[in-house]
């Protein structure tokens, strides 16, 4: 893929995220949600794209945009798949939390595999420690692994999980390994991109998700050559005592995207790895990343945006 799409991507990501983070904190969801797909939408048209999303919004109504199955773009000379989430993490959006993010995986026609159950579990990690996690092992025997091969001990690790009470037993076995949590309300897709990155003070990403975001992450994840195993599952709210119902296979983040891919995204509200946006008088900044598969490359870009002026994706 031409390098130069990557920047057609971040200002799709970018106008998203413009878009949605006016309704940081205000408690509504839905309209949050209804901003960043509008954006989204208007961007791609004036995107030199010819895009088929495969993993998108769901469809509600005839007016439901971006939704899988959806044709995007102004047209270009090759087709792609694109699997994308408007703004991930509405709910801590509208409460005015972190880890809301505007993202975007794109790849050749038939890079991303097919969604096998509706949720999945997963354990994420930086480069350094990719090739020692396994998904069958304890938790302590994961963390144990993922500190020798960062080279700390165990209590020095960050485990970035989600704060529900299906994790409630997972929750006991890190704080028994001795390892540190970050609990966090929403956003598993920031969660799993945090880990995956130096630097952002986030080690490992375990814990149970919904699976698009799951393959949208995977994206990312294997662009940069990070770590991530996960196992398919039909339901997410298990019960937190008693085993859940897995389908069988692990899938590393390669059996779930292939070829050369590109991810972009946006902060919308603060994570562990990107700020959010933050307006001033007369326009806002944004904060961005893209990954390149080809290249390995990983671009954090700032951006200052006018509104005096006519954005460039119109």
Request: glycine content about 10%; hydrophobic content about 45%.
């Amino acid at each position: 893929m031409d390098r130069n799409l990557a920047l057609e991507l971040v200002r799709v990501t970018e106008a998203a995220a413009l878009a949605s983070a006016r309704h940081f904190g205000k408690g509504d969801p839905l309209g949050a949600d209804r901003a960043a797909v509008e954006a989204m939408e208007l961007a791609f048209n004036g995107a030199k794209i010819s895009g088929h999303i495969v993993i998108g919004e769901e469809r509600i109504s005839e007016q439901s945009r971006l939704c899988t199955g959806d044709e995007i773009g102004a047209g270009g000379i090759a087709e792609f798949d694109i699997a994308l989430d408007p703004v991930d993490c509405i709910g801590a959006l509208a409460d005015g939390q972190s880890n809301s993010i505007s993202a975007i995986a794109m790849g050749a026609r038939g890079t991303f595999s097919n969604l096998v159950a509706p949720y999945m579990r997963s354990i994420a990690v930086g480069a350094e420690a990719a090739d020692v996690i396994d998904l069958n092992a304890s938790v302590f025997e994961n963390l144990v692994r993922i500190a020798d091969a960062k080279r700390v001990y165990v209590e020095d690790l960050t485990v970035s999980i989600l704060d529900r009470e299906r994790h409630r037993r997972l929750i006991e076995d890190v704080r028994a390994s001795g390892a540190r949590i970050e609990l966090v309300k929403d956003g598993d897709l920031a969660a799993t991109i945090s880990a995956s990155l130096p630097g952002t003070g986030i080690d490992c990403m375990m814990g149970i998700g919904d699976a698009k975001q799951g393959i949208i992450a995977a994206a990312a994840v294997a662009c940069i050559g990070a770590g991530l195993q996960v196992r398919f599952m039909q339901d997410a709210d298990i019960e937190p005592d008693k085993p859940a119902a897995e389908l069988g296979k692990i899938y590393r983040a390669r059996d779930l995207v292939g070829g050369d891919i590109m991810f972009a995204a946006t902060g919308v509200s603060r994570s562990d790895f990107l700020d959010g946006v933050m307006f001033r008088p007369g326009g806002a900044t944004t904060h961005s990343v893209v990954f390149r598969s080809k290249s390995g490359t990983i671009r954090f870009l700032k951006t200052e945006h006018s509104f005096e002026k006519t954005p460039d994706y119109t």
